[in-house]
């Protein structure tokens, strides 16, 4: 059974850097597309980015050019770099696993979510 584990949140200031591992166990990641996704209190959980099996990627418009995703399939791990993060990327971020990055990137196709790992920008 495919398990995630995500960690390396914590407290930035705006403009600062952070970078979310999210480490699979129980299946090898190479078959999977795996994908971020964020969620603060009271709202839905919005995709953030994506990667597929051939390591395309796809990004939300409001992280692109400061977000990067890549993927390390022999340490089964997926890397979330994040730079010149604003208060507005406070949340809670959370890996998925699917069979593809669809076009239309929605929480309902992508299983296996692990516990996230909260994302404070504040200063």
């Known amino acids: 059974q495919l398990q995630f584990v995500e960690s390396g949140g914590g407290l930035v200031q705006p403009g600062g850097s952070l970078r979310l591992s999210c480490v699979a166990s129980g299946v090898s990641l190479e078959y999977f597309a795996v994908g971020w996704f964020r969620q603060v209190p009271g709202k839905e959980r919005e995709a953030v980015s994506c990667?597929?099996?051939?390591?395309?990627?796809d990004y939300a418009d409001f992280v692109k050019g400061r977000f990067s995703l890549s993927r390390d399939n022999a340490k089964n791990t997926v890397v979330l770099q994040m730079t010149n993060l604003k208060p507005e990327d406070t949340a809670v971020y959370f890996c998925?696993?699917?069979?593809?990055?669809?076009?239309?990137?929605?929480?309902?196709?992508?299983?296996?979510w692990g516990q996230g790992t909260q994302v404070t920008v504040s200063s």
């Open positions: 998925a696993a699917s069979d593809m990055c669809r076009r239309h990137l929605t929480a309902d196709d992508f299983g296996s």
């Open positions: 990667i597929g099996t051939r390591r395309n990627t």
